[in-house]
């Protein structure tokens, strides 16, 4: 009797959406597996542009430890007509997390880390790194497409006008519970409206009793423009400090909104 076939997982779902001189593209996917991809398995001598996810997360992040939910081949891709583009995907994401040092010396840590001892992700040597994930990335930019210094700023008022959504997706692209010591993730969010088109990157933290830190990069392109506006902006506050003036009594769950 032969052995039953697994079951192939469906590809990646692509979509492309054309806005005046740029094309936004959006991949998503389901959740990287937690060991080798490859029908024949990736070896040594591989090439890195033919190593499956797992295994090129695993060759070319020097972290020790990866979040619980990856999904390696989600992706956000935005490219002007001329060929400059701006991108996020987990990778990206995750080779700008401090992989030197704890961020967040808290009991939390500790906890935390003990419960990842035996993870089979990668067999590394255990160090201090941030174990939250928190990234300060704001995109990969290619193709010509340079960051320039500027003092104007998004017009948020202007974006909270209502308006029609010709297009819109949200893209995870990472998360994790922390061994329920809270959550962190990070996830892009598009839309495309007659006036132009915004992206919210945001790595979101909580960790239970303790903080709550937010990441943000923001995009915008008004409609006709060849040039994107990117502001970034981070926010953090012990859960102590935090107070819910819109409730009867203080929940306990704070933060985890």
Known sequence: MSNPVEPRLPPPVCEEFVFGEWTLRVTKSHIMGSQCESPTQCEENTGVNKLCNWCRYEKLLTLP??????????????????GGSIS???????????DRE?????AHAEVWKEARADCEFVKKVVKPYDWTYTTNFRGTLSGGLKAET???????????????????????LYEDELDDNGSTRCVVKVRVM????????????????VIVRVNDTRLYSPVGASYIQRETSSREAPISKLHVTNFRVTPPSLGTD
């Open 194 to 209: 007659p006036s132009g088109f915004f992206v919210l990157f945001r790595h979101y933290l909580r960790v239970d009793q």
């Open 150 to 172: 500027s003092t104007e700023r998004i017009d948020l008022d202007k974006l909270r006008v209502r308006e029609e959504i010709k297009f819109y997706e949200e893209i995870f």
């Open 102 to 106: 704890d961020t967040l010396q808290v």
């Open 65 to 82: 430890s990866l979040p619980d939910m990856v999904f390696a081949n989600n992706c956000l891709q935005i490219e002007h007509k001329d």
């Open 88 to 98: 996020f995907n987990a990778f990206d994401a995750l080779e700008c997390v401090n």
